[in-house]
């Protein structure tokens, strides 16, 4: 990071850190115990006030595409999120906030209408025109232009220019998460069509980049290297301090480590679980531990004998030891998962608390060997089997608990062969009906509670089988607007889960993000990344 | 008195003439040879990177579900339904146009693609091959000239741990002694071109450069030896030429099979970039090809496969030519054909 | 100013080598026992992978000298002095079955087409430059994709990739040794061209043959742990020196060991076959001479 202040200060400011980190190291030697989240005592940030020329940021991915609807990763919308913005956006409690709509209406169960922000503009210093930004939303909901969004806007019947300055949408039914898709979170990133027609659709490449209204714009993309995001004047909202964000790619973690102890990254994203301690000892800077919106389980082919039988569905559920799993392997950085939903999906109804204490009341299968013991000899396979469980290389923690799963089904005459497996192999076996047993790992853009329960559970779902009441409760649960309801509902379909084992919820994820201590990040929430959070960083002191 | 220089001018000439002619035909058929190997060769990883695991369809639309529509749009955009063989030929039909057609993971034409990962890669190989044949070959010599001597036995000793040590656990430590404990080299990314580029490859062209610099280091060591236990220089010696002439006598001699190693090491490197790439996370050809492989984005794979492959081919097709530059054995044997 | 006539290379037979004094170095001596050593280990390795790949998750990332775990533990509370030892056997069974098996393939093919020559010299050297001219790396990515990253995949594919160098190398060996009085005199006597090929002119190219031997063992040594490193060949859990290298270096914080000892010794073990190789195919060369 380079800050614009005189080198004499930088250096004061350099012995001020290194003495709170020293204090930081003897509480933590102090609390042996406590949570790891809580072990680095945040520096008392405070911010200076100045601006920044550069932050350095590190991604563990490189990414191919910078257009959400082509490639849909996670890391392609925390990148997005700064670039472009949809029609309304989350804040920092995921709740609905204006983004080029100033306000918006329903006017009936099934009509949006939206009022579009008149200063906004596009980098290029164009005004956006609502002509714009139904031509966005079309594009995005069009298989071809924009497979990886497609899906999310499959329930809209309309998208038209009503007005001088208003956008009406309707849906065909009911949709109670329909306006998260007409956020940058969901589906819809706002784009010029003369840059879209410019680049004949072929918009987040090395050549085309991105035209969006965010508070910065993409200036360079190398894929496989870096992408560069500069400051722009077209933005509505306040001046942000940061000059450039520049992001590299450094897919290798102990790189990415080296290079922050090198003090050449300001952040890292997604810091590997196994390096929290290496990435703590750094003393010029700090990680800070939030829940991801991510979910973990184990995914079960119904087609696939022995995984067929709901007792061996059970059985492994059972026999998996999620609490040791989360403690040991998971560090800590992480929650024992009773549901599909995450406590923050609950965010609209519940506060934090409130929302884990409806969970864990649910039932859910505890680690139990006896128990998974019975269950597997009440089965289909009761003198054992042997399957093979893939985990994708991007994630070792699937890996160190697909190993504990192992070892545990070991005892039960059942063998696992646990095999790691590229990301893209991954993908291909899930759903393949070949692998009868696989993880669900999936991590949330949007934060609704219905995302990942209906993917996993709802008609064509990877675990090919079809549940009648599963899918009547995801309907009702659609078309109940009353989020109170909905999170109701919801929570019906989890004990239905839960009955059949359809599915077993491992964890709730977090994710650990690097700071170096000369930036600070206001409101740091499982939502900030998903937000314009360039603007949110502040040169510390 | 070698023949040639006994004969007439004009009879030098008609030998010069011929000698040109052996070359272009020896080379044409070389030449041709190597198509029908690059033909081959698309085919087989054609088929390898068809038959690996992996949907491009789910590498495009990732974990998440996905509309019929989009998965059809995909389908129909990559002929994905197309039989094997007829994908096979569009493929070649096109690329014998000069179409490499379009990377399906980053959505642009292959040829830009690979232009803008060329220069990390060449750089990098150019850099560590230069970095070998700096130091191995005269490290090679020096100990051949000096057998059993105190240097000899250092620089074999050099040599021997050069080529023990994986490439990639000598990046490791590169990394950790010259990026960390003393940071006078950056610790990943290829630089902002020029010098810059070059400061950021060195670490990674060393670690490259030592396993390839020992094999041709022990290879000049051993023909150099071999030349200087040969009769040729007993015979030189015991006619009392200069130990200069000597010693041109016995490298001019073993240059062949030093540039034969060279060539074969050349191969080695494009091999090895890869790990190096990944460990440096470097943009280049090498973790390309890795990310195309896993994506299964098959105009890439088949791109950089073939021009590896006819890279390799040129330097085998230089290496068998320099014979006829540097040996008289075989091109009194080429010319007498 | 060249001498009239350069005779043919004859260094295996030439008498006007400096003969050097060799003496049991103990270097070599050294190398000789670690070797033998790491070769017992690896012979009894199957019946460690048991103890080796016990859990014990509530002891995960133990430092080097704890209690009970010299070495400290992996992540999965794994001993890590086990899992070294375990190792062993894919370390060392790999590289000796990819440099025996190619240099075989080499021995039968090259032979052949040194030989024979013509037609069949044509079609061995084609199938040679097409499989020299693959990227190995590439080709280990794919295949193990596609058979499931197998162990015994990865070293089949080695074997096939590591034989082409080695037919030419046999091949120009061989070439060599057809112009000789001796393979006349075979051929004279009309013994089968099989026969005169593998009992006549293989036993004379034998020092070449060894001395290739031990130098591709270094290699796919390293080869094999490179590929492991990348998590190709080997499946995750399963003890192995290059698999506890890529493993070992994101907890380099908690136990430096698991990253280093396994580095230590796959260089020392290379280096150990590379001084041994040397040595030995120093004596076989002078009993040639003699």
Known sequence: MKTSSPPNKRTRRFFGVAIAATAALVLSACSSGASPAEDEAPADLVDSGQGIE???????????????????GILNYYLAANVQEGLVSLDSEGKFVPGLATEWEMTDDSTYVFTVREDAKFHNGDTVTPEDIVFSIEQAADPVASPGTSFYLQGMASAEVTGDNEITVKTENPNASFLTNLSNVGALVVTQQAFWEEHDGKVGTSNSLLMGTGPYAVTEFSPDSHVVLDRVDTWWGEQPPVEQIRIDFIPDENTRLLAAQKGDIDIAFNVPLKQANSWQDISEGRVDAVNDLSYAGLLFDHEVAPFDDPNVRAAIATATDSEAIVEKLLHGYGEVATSIMTPESLSQVYDADAARDVLSNLPHHSFDMDRAKELLEDSSAADGFTTELTYPNTGPQLGTAAQSIAENMKQLGVTINVREVPIEEWLATIGDGEHGLGFMWYFSTTGDPAEVSSYLLGAGNDSHFDSAEAQRLIAESD???????????????????HKNTHTSPLWWGQSLTYFSNEIGIKDFSPFTFLGA???QLYAAE | MTATELMQPDEQSTRTKSLVRVLARTLGIRLLGVLAILLVISFLTFSLVYLAPGDIVKNLLGNRPTSPEAVAAIRAQYNLDDPFLMRYFDWILNALRGDFGESIRLQQPVTTVLSARLGYTFALMSLSFLVALVVAIPMGVLSAEREGRASDRLASTLSLVGLSAPSFALAILLLYLFAMLIPIFPAYGGGSGGLDTLWHLTLP?????AGIGAILMRMTRAAVLRELQSDAITFARAR????????????????????????????????????????FALPGIGSLLQEAVLFKDIPVVQAITLLVAALIATITIVVDMSYLLFDPRVRAKELNK | MTPPKITPRTRMISITGKTKKKRMDLTVLLSGVGLAIVFIVAAISPLLIEAATKQSILDALLPPGSPGHLLGTDELGRDVLLLTLAGTGSAIVGPVVIATGSMLLAIIFGTLAGYLGGTVDAIIGRIVDVLLSLPVMLLAIVVAGIFGAGYWVTVTLLVILFSPSDIRIVRAGVTEQVPRPYVEAAQMLSLSRARIMYRHIVPNVWPLIFANLMLNLGIALVTLSSLSFLGIGVAPGTPDWGRQIADGRSVMADNPAMLLIPALLIVLVTMAINLLGDHLSERLRERGIQ
């Not at chain 2, 002439?245 to 890869?274: K, W």
């Open chain 2, 205 to 209: 062209a060393v670690a490259l450069a």
């Open chain 1, 54 to 72: 550069t932050v350095k940021v590190a991604f563990p991915g490189s990414l191919a595409n910078l257009y959400i609807g082509q490639e849909s």
């Open chain 2, 240 to 279: 009392g030429l200069p130990e200069r002439d000597i010693r041109f006598i016995a490298l001019r001699a073993a240059a062949i099979p030093i540039v034969t190693s060279a060539g074969l090491i050349l191969t080695f490197i494009v091999g090895g970039t890869i790990i190096v790439e990944t460990v």
């Open chain 1, 479 to 497: 078309a109940a607007l009353d989020p109170a309801d909905r999170v109701n509902i919801l929570l019906q379909l989890e004990e239905e889960n």
């Open chain 1, 533 to 535: 959070w360039g603007p």
